[in-house]
């Protein structure tokens, strides 16, 4: 019954059913499924499935965003019910669009695949100057900072975050990687990150990767 409930709410978030998407986490809570595996197995579930729907480009913003609406309503139900140490296991980032730059549909899309992933996401917004990235991954005490960019006249920009890690001596403490229209693999390289995701769904599996490594 329980694997039939998850695959439900799966199917809830990939098929945008937010009133379903509710149901069901009541459902959940009442017959005293397991939070985290309800969010993560369920609702996280679909909200993947929908991110290659995503990558296929059978689904578009539009979608993801009914999709990940569907999957924040489940997650506000079953959220009271995670163990306490479930809380712990979040992986901590902080996330934003690199200043002189306000375009943020990519930057929102890679926080609500992370966030059904698992990881806590600090979004910072958008035109977000170096410094506060690194002032506020500091005070999170985060793992990861993701800098968004879809303009070539600002991506310079991500070097002058590692620049200050650098320069404050916590480069090692910090995972930094790169996205957005005109970033490539090969500018990441160049400003030393860690990283380089072409989606959403990839830098997921990107973030992953680096929690593995």
């Given at each position: 019954m329980s694997a039939e409930l998850l695959r439900k709410l799966s199917d809830a978030v990939v098929n945008m059913d937010e009133d379903e998407a509710v149901k069901l986490s009541l459902q959940a809570v009442d017959e005293k499924v397991?939070?985290?595996?309800?969010?993560?197995?369920?609702?996280?579930?679909?909200?993947?499935?929908?991110?290659?729907?995503?990558?296929?480009?059978?689904?578009?913003?539009?979608?993801?965003?009914?999709?990940?609406?569907?999957?924040?309503?489940g997650i506000a139900i079953l959220k009271p019910y995670l163990k306490q140490e479930d809380a712990r296991q979040k992986h901590?980032?902080?996330?934003?669009?690199?200043?002189?730059?306000?375009?943020?549909?990519?930057?929102?899309?890679?926080?609500?695949?992370?966030?059904?992933?698992?990881?806590?996401?600090?979004?910072?917004?958008?035109?977000?100057?170096?410094?506060?990235?690194?002032?506020?991954?500091?005070?999170?005490?985060?793992?990861?900072?993701?800098?968004?960019?879809?303009?070539?006249?600002?991506?310079?920009?991500?070097?002058d975050v590692i620049k200050i890690l650098n320069e404050k001596n916590i480069r090692n403490k910090f995972k930094v990687a790169v996205g957005g229209g005109p970033i490539s693999q090969a500018f990441a390289n160049r400003i030393g990150a860690d990283g380089y995701a072409s989606n959403a769904a990839d830098a997921v599996r990107l973030c992953k990767e680096l929690v593995r490594a």
């Amino acid at each position: 019954m329980s694997a039939e409930l998850l695959r439900k709410l799966s199917d809830a978030v990939v098929n945008m059913d937010e009133d379903e998407a509710v149901k069901l986490s009541l459902q959940a809570v009442d017959e005293k499924v397991d939070a985290y595996e309800a969010i993560d197995k369920g609702l996280g579930d679909g909200m993947e499935r929908a991110g290659k729907l995503f990558d296929e480009e059978e689904y578009f913003v539009p979608e993801i965003l009914i999709c990940s609406d569907a999957m924040n309503a489940g997650i506000a139900i079953l959220k009271p019910y995670l163990k306490q140490e479930d809380a712990r296991q979040k992986h901590k980032a902080v996330i934003g669009v690199i200043e002189g730059d306000t375009h943020d549909i990519g930057k929102n899309l890679v926080r609500i695949m992370l966030e059904s992933a698992g990881f806590d996401v600090l979004d910072l917004g958008r035109d977000v100057p170096p410094l506060t990235f690194v002032e506020k991954a500091v005070e999170i005490n985060a793992e990861f900072i993701l800098l968004s960019s879809l303009m070539t006249t600002t991506m310079d920009a991500m070097a002058d975050v590692i620049k200050i890690l650098n320069e404050k001596n916590i480069r090692n403490k910090f995972k930094v990687a790169v996205g957005g229209g005109p970033i490539s693999q090969a500018f990441a390289n160049r400003i030393g990150a860690d990283g380089y995701a072409s989606n959403a769904a990839d830098a997921v599996r990107l973030c992953k990767e680096l929690v593995r490594a």
